[in-house]
């Protein structure tokens, strides 16, 4: 099994540009998630996903779009890049149900100028 | 809302050296509770894990126990070694989402 994994590694942007950051897993999770990880800030949830053409707002949502599809792929969308969106995104999945431990992507490391 | 508090950071000890990484917690029910660790340039990976009160979760050498009556999950390892430095991320899994404190960066001097 793959895993997790995240497209691409590193990319910048120009302020208003718009992207999407790829994300898929192959362990047939039903759960699916982006976060962003800021200095001295953890990480903070912007989107989740409990299923195919499920998708609910984390605790960052604004300016950005995701939507289920599939099982597998989790895309997440920035719409009008802002300098405030430079960050580290890490997308992860795991198995319905509080018990199971997420398993992280490598990250994509985003910068906005 | 659910919210973790992990001790600050930076912590730097020497190889052999104890270590505790204190983190507490609050939340509605009865959360499933994690350490995550993250070495330079990778993603999270599991540490450990307790899924209800008094559970031990360990690996590696880490330890923590879930506290319910003091709301906390402190890491412990009797030893440290320099593989261990990493940031340490305690979390709490309420019912849809993963809860992460701010990370707590851990340096082990040789």
């Known amino acids: 099994n793959a895993g997790v994994t995240q497209t691409p590694k590193f990319q910048v942007l120009k302020t208003g540009q718009s992207m999407t950051l790829q994300c898929a897993q192959d362990m047939n999770h039903e759960y699916m998630s982006w976060y962003r990880q800021d200095p001295g800030m953890g990480l903070r949830l912007i989107h989740y996903s409990v299923g195919a053409g499920i998708t609910d707002q984390g605790e960052v949502p604004n300016g950005y779009n995701v939507s289920r599809s599939t099982t597998e792929d989790f895309p997440l969308r920035l719409l009008s890049a802002a300098p405030s969106q430079t960050s580290v995104y890490f997308c992860?999945?795991?198995?319905?149900?509080?018990?199971?431990?997420?398993?992280f992507g490598p990250g994509t490391r985003l910068t906005v100028t | 809302g659910d919210s973790v508090t992990q001790m600050e950071g930076p912590v730097t000890l020497s190889e052999e050296a104890f270590l505790t990484i204190n983190c507490t917690y609050t939340a509605t029910g009865y959360p499933s509770l994690f350490w995550y660790v993250q070495y330079p340039g990778e993603g999270l990976q599991l540490l450990l894990k307790?899924?209800?009160?008094?559970d031990k979760g360990s690996n590696k050498g880490f330890e923590a126990t879930y506290r319910k009556e003091t709301t906390s999950f402190h890491l412990e390892k009797g030893s440290v070694q320099v593989s261990d430095s990493a940031v340490y991320f305690c979390?709490?899994?309420?019912?849809?989402?993963?809860?992460f404190g701010q990370g707590t960066r851990l340096t082990i001097n040789p």
């Open positions: 307790a899924t209800k009160a008094d």
């Open positions: 979390a709490i899994q309420g019912a849809q989402k993963l809860v």
């Open positions: 992860a999945s795991r198995r319905q149900g509080n018990s199971y431990e997420q398993y």
